[in-house]
T-cell receptor
Framework: KAGVTQTPRYLIKTRGQQVTLSCSPI?????VSWYQQTPGQGLQFLFE???????NKGNFPGRFSGRQFSNSRSEMNVSTLELGDSALYLC??????????FGPGTRLTVL | QQQVKQSPQSLIVQKGGISIINCAYE??????FPWYQQFPGKGPALLIA?????SEKKEGRFTISFNKSAKQFSLHIMDSQPGDSATYFC????????????FGKGTKLSVKP
């Protein structure tokens, strides 16, 4: 069974730009969550989607948004990038009530 | 407000020894407690998880001990190996919100040969 895939794996952007990251969950997993990982703040929850609906949202500004498609694939978007948005963005998928399985992440660098 | 506190920040253990990492939580609504292992350049990998209705769960060399009254749980790695050298994260979530994991800050484990 293929794992969670995230594209792209690496991304370099400049301040003010916007970025879209993609996540394909494990087949059959309908829940997808996104996390931001930085050395200073650690792993922080961004949002969770289930059946195309956002179920939970973390404490991040409105510049961070996401969506989920009918095939459970998910995207997250960050607009008006700031230097502090440089991080590893992780996607995780799970079955209902199951443990979250993480993808390899997308390393975003904002210059 | 840090809802899940993890200690120690770093740990050095000799090969064959026992590695112990501790976590404490504040929110009594948490009912799912997983541990993740992360190697550099990789995403976190689910190791083992426990719910509050049991006090201990063992999978291979990994054991979670859970103390509901103290609001603490810990990971024990028996017979630690150099290949176990990684960063370990504890986490917690609430029923109906399992997709929203609150993570500890992580413990960097080094197992010396």
């Amino acid at each position: 069974k293929a794992g969670v895939t995230q594209t792209p794996r690496y991304l370099i952007k400049t301040r003010g730009q916007q970025v879209t990251l993609s996540c394909s969950p494990i087949s059959g997993h309908r829940s997808v969550s996104w996390y931001q990982q930085t050395p200073g703040q650690g792993l922080q929850f961004l949002f969770e989607y289930f059946s195309e609906t956002q179920r939970n949202k973390g404490n991040f500004p409105g510049r961070f948004s996401g969506r989920q498609f009918s095939n459970s694939r998910s995207e997250m978007n960050v607009s008006t990038l700031e230097l502090g948005d440089s991080a590893l963005y992780l996607c995780a998928s799970s079955l209902v009530g199951g443990g979250q399985i993480f993808g390899p992440g997308t390393r975003l660098t904002v210059l | 407000q840090q809802q899940v506190k993890q200690s120690p920040q770093s740990l050095i253990v000799q090969k064959g020894g026992i590695s112990i990492i501790n976590c404490a939580y504040e929110n009594t609504a948490f009912d799912y407690f997983p541990w993740y292992q992360q190697f550099p350049g990789k995403g976190p990998a689910l190791l083992i998880a426990i719910r509050p209705d049991v006090s201990e769960k063992k999978e291979g060399r990994f054991t979670i001990s859970f103390n509901k009254s103290a609001k603490q749980f810990s990971l024990h790695i028996m017979d630690s190996q150099p290949g176990d050298s990684a960063t370990y994260f504890c986490a917690a979530s609430m029923s109906g919100s399992q997709g929203n994991l609150i993570f500890g800050k992580g413990t960097k484990l080094s197992v010396k040969p």
